[in-house]
């Protein structure tokens, strides 16, 4: 590596400063150790001195890969030295910082003009290790994001808001690049003890017709620039995290129906390349996502309501690695105007992805992209409808059972389900009722009292349960006997 001048190794504050105005949240750069010394930077690096060298291209040229300097200082021209020459890779340190190879050069007596093409760390790097750490631990107060009556979305008379609650998101990186003569030969990028944490109230409401809702929000976004040393070459290393909120489906008919949404879940996540070979895994532990809902007025419902984190690690301004980790639930609700028979049911999946982009580190690595399953939740309810007591009796004519009988409502993970609607009726025997038709309760219970008809032993009573549908719930009809 030749002319790296000491003014190079702070970064400029008006980078900073005009990054700062871009982002909500930006922690300062700051120096991060030196990887090992045992780096090697090949010869025909050069760190762009822009004390020197002002960059003034649009950002179109920029796009094209043009880079066009002015000269700050009465220098000589480097192209004369055969520094800007082409096969020379240039490493730039101001804003996010660039990595670019030189294809061919022009120059004034005031500028000289780069066609270049994207570098990579092979371009960079002889042999040696290259580490370096980021994620969420580098931000001071860590990600924390709560939310009160935030509105995502009111479209066709149908608002959207996220209630109340909170996410919380840990999730660190360490990787780790070994070069040798031939080029990258081995890339990890592990994360441990990781964790997606939500809990949330989303708030549907309104609508009198059937609305196509879609909704994407980004809730909060945290940006740093930390500067890193690759041997003696300084480089920037770019960590970006958003909290993004997306709705979308359909709804038809008026209503207003809450979901509460939980998640606390820990993740350890790995992606490694050796040998021409991509390994990934994934291990998680902790609660599985769940939702519930509640039992207000909700005629047709069929929801997507996922709350994701994004991270995005950039080195020199391009994307090496990004972990995408989604909550996606599917919610649907439905609801009978004629019975008021209702049913509701939700999938819950965390998706973490990992997307390592080798467009940077390497010529021969296949870029990766893995998607896990980690957890998943299912809730479905009213699911069944369970016997409580009451059944097999013995009774006289003209009295009451000296039992109530009693049924519980449960969703599919054996949850008590309040506000269904259970349908009592004597089947035979010649007995009575003293109420027909009993909503659950808050244990999910419904009780009915019966009173014992004068046709002998062997008498029956029936109960039922039916969905937004008009289907029999699991476990109906139910009979009871009494004798």
Partial sequence: MRKISASLFALPVVALLTF?????????????????????????????????????????????????????ASATDLQHNGDFAPGITLVGITGKGYLRKIVSVTSTSETITVNTMLGKLEDVVAKGKVEFTTGTSHFRNGINYEFNNLLLSQHLG??????????????????????????????????????????AAINVAGGSSASLVHVSDTLDTYSRLDKIMVGKVPMILSTEICLVAVADGSTNGLQNHT???????????????????????????????????????????????????????????????????????????????????????????????????????????????KTWNADSAVLITPYQVLKAGGDNQTGSVGNYLPQPIVVKVVDNNGNGQAGVMVHFRVVSGGGALSYANILSDVHGLATAYWQFGNGGSGQKLEATAKNASGNNIMGTPMVFTAN
């Fill in 20 to 72: 700062a105005a871009s982002c909500n949240k930006l922690s300062k750069a700051t120096y991060v150790a030196p990887t090992s010394d045992t780096v090697v930077v090949k010869n025909n690096v050069i760190v762009v001195d822009s004390t020197k060298y002002k960059l003034i291209s649009t950002n179109a040229e920029l796009k094209n890969g043009t880079y066009i300097y002015k000269f700050q």
């Fill in 158 to 199: 149908t608002d959207i808001t996220l209630a109340t609650g909170n996410i919380s998101l840990v999730q660190n990186w360490a990787y780790t690049m070994q070069f040798n003569s031939g080029g990258l030969t081995s890339f990890v990028a592990d994360s441990k003890g990781g964790s997606f944490s939500a809990d």
């Fill in 259 to 369: 979901y509460s949404l939980h998640n606390n879940a820990a993740m350890d996540m790995n992606a490694s390349y050796s040998s021409g070979n991509w390994q990934n895994s994934l291990t998680t532990s902790g609660a599985a996502a769940s939702l519930t809902g509640n039992t207000s007025s909700s005629p047709q419902v069929n929801m997507n309501c996922n709350l994701v984190s994004v991270l995005n690690v950039r080195l020199n301004g391009e994307i090496i690695s990004s972990n995408v980790t989604p909550l996606n639930t599917n919610i649907n609700a439905n609801l009978s105007a004629t019975t008021s028979d209702w049913d509701f049911s939700s999938h819950s999946v965390l998706q973490p992805t990992v997307n390592e982009n080798t467009a940077l580190i390497s010529y021969s690595a296949s870029e990766l992209n």
